[in-house]
């Protein structure tokens, strides 16, 4: 499903998803999380994998802020994959993400 496409994974956590998408063949997969200590666990899991991460994109930032910003500077991705957890505390600035609340 991934193979030559541009792949966006949000709420990424440590890149599961963006692992099997790039070794599935992306061309291009792109990895948001609000954590950057996440994003680095998932940099290191491409590695563990034998994928080289400099050839994808890795943004620490708030998921539904990223995908809003891309929509406006003309970004297209083939594919999305969405997996927000149900609730998460968040340092800065303080807040709560609750799923039902963000996208009710």
Request: hydrophobic share 40%.
């Amino acid at each position: 499903m991934a193979y030559g496409r541009r792949v966006l994974n949000l709420f990424s956590y440590t890149c599961g998803f963006s692992v099997t998408a790039a070794m599935g063949g992306a061309s291009e997969v792109t990895s948001v999380d609000l954590s950057k200590r996440y994003l680095d666990w998932g940099r290191n899991n491409f590695e563990l994998n034998g994928v080289q991460p400099d050839a994808h994109k890795f943004y620490a930032s708030d998921a539904l802020e990223f995908y809003k910003r891309a929509e406006r500077q003309g970004r297209r991705y083939d594919v999305i994959i969405l997996d927000p957890p149900t609730f998460a505390r968040m340092r800065r600035p303080a807040r709560t993400f609750v799923l039902e609340k963000q996208i009710g």
